[in-house]
């Protein structure tokens, strides 16, 4: 059984930064990819990053691109999420997903198995 469970999310000044982690088990990580994701209340859920497991590649929206940094680390089956630089329109939950793909960039943002979510606020 795949669980995917999300952790790292917290309370940070504007400028700050959280690194999201994501653990997965029942899941291997040389299979397709993961996905961060995040959704704002009042808002679509919204595709922030991906990362192959085949050769690495990985994917930003633009709106997180030169801030946000996605890795992995498959032998502690874990993916992570640095976010720096945080700014007032980042808030929001923020989930992990398996990717039934490779991650080749937004059209591959489509999660397979999600976690609970991890809430992340930018707040003075």
């Known amino acids: 059984q795949i669980q995917v469970v999300e952790s790292g999310g917290g309370l940070v000044q504007p400028g700050g930064s959280l690194r999201l982690s994501c653990k997965v088990t029942?899941?291997?990580?040389?299979?397709?990819?993961i996905g961060w994701f995040r959704q704002a209340p009042g808002k679509e859920r919204e595709g922030v990053s991906c990362i192959s497991s085949l050769d690495g590649r990985t994917y930003y929206a633009d709106s997180v691109k030169g801030r946000f940094t996605i890795s992995r680390d498959n032998a502690k089956m874990t993916a992570y999420l640095q976010m720096n630089n945080l700014n007032p329109e980042d808030p929001a939950v923020y989930y992990c997903?398996?990717?039934?793909?490779?991650?080749?960039?937004?059209?591959?943002?489509?999660?397979?198995?999600w976690g609970l979510g991890t809430q992340v606020t930018v707040s003075t």
């Open positions: 029942g899941f291997t990580l040389h299979d397709y990819g």
């Open positions: 997903a398996t990717l039934p793909v490779y991650c080749s960039g937004p059209g591959s943002m489509m999660g397979d198995y």
